[in-house]
């Protein structure tokens, strides 16, 4: 059973407009979310994270909204740029040790000049 | 920084030989590291969660006895594929947390095993 879902596999934009990835999660033990960006071929980095206390994080282009209630969130990119073109993780843990993060399958963002 | 290696980025072996796949930190202490496996189109699934100075704790469907963990020191832990089959071939990631910031994971580049 997937703890963590994102349920587009692909997502196209064009350059300058917003990208909204999204992520739905099932488990309500989790209280940290993180935003992987990965490459192919190389390891994920990460892009930015937000902890249930919070319902929105920012960091320059890249905001972050969570809905506890609905156990939802999303990551908005604007405006995209054609280097944004990557897969993007969505992945959530337990903060209370050293957990393992659950991943979600991942969205290909593909951004059109 | 939080800069973590792995060693070799790729491997080809033949079927039934064994092939060990090493992750550093190189910039901190890792008290956790984790292996992680990724098939195309699908998530990294975790294999198993390894901790230093003890046996590592698989996940449920890994093979202990295929896929070796040893977590010899705070900056390395190496992953033993044991009598390789062209299934395992994948993308094999590890990362590895700071003390405190379980949460917190930096991620190798990854190894891509073939295995013919």
């Known amino acids: 059973d997937q703890q963590v879902k994102q349920n587009s596999p692909s997502l196209s934009v064009q350059e300058g407009r917003i990208s909204i990835l999204n992520c739905d999660y099932t488990n309500s033990m989790f209280d940290y979310f993180l935003w992987y960006k990965k490459y192919p071929a190389e390891g994920p980095t990460f892009l930015i994270s937000i902890s249930s206390i919070k319902d929105k994080n920012e960091d320059g282009r890249f905001t972050v909204f969570l809905n506890k209630s609905a156990k939802h969130l999303s990551l908005h990119i604007v405006p995209s740029q054609p280097g944004d073109s990557a897969v993007y993780f969505c992945?959530?843990?337990?903060?209370?040790?050293?957990?393992?993060?659950?991943f979600g399958k991942g969205t290909r963002l593909s951004v059109i000049a | 920084g939080a800069v973590v290696s792995q060693h070799p980025s790729r491997v080809i072996c033949k079927s039934g030989t064994s092939v060990k796949i090493e992750c550093r930190s190189l910039?901190?202490?890792?008290?956790?590291m984790f292996w992680y496996r990724q098939f195309p189109k699908q998530s990294l699934m975790l294999m198993a969660t390894?901790?230093?100075?003890?046996?590592?704790?698989?996940e449920q469907g890994v093979e202990k006895d295929k896929f070796l963990i040893n977590h010899a020191s705070l900056t390395l832990s190496t992953l033993t594929v044991t009598s390789a089959h062209p299934e395992d071939s994948s993308f094999y990631i590890c990362?590895?947390?700071?003390?405190?910031?379980?949460?917190?994971?930096?991620f190798g580049p990854g190894t891509r095993l073939t295995v013919t």
């Open positions: 992945a959530a843990s337990v903060n209370s040790g050293n957990t393992p993060l659950v």
């Open positions: 390894s901790n230093e100075g003890s046996k590592a704790t698989y």
């Open positions: 910039d901190f202490q890792a008290t956790t």
């Open positions: 990362s590895a947390t700071k003390p405190g910031l379980a949460s917190e994971q930096y």
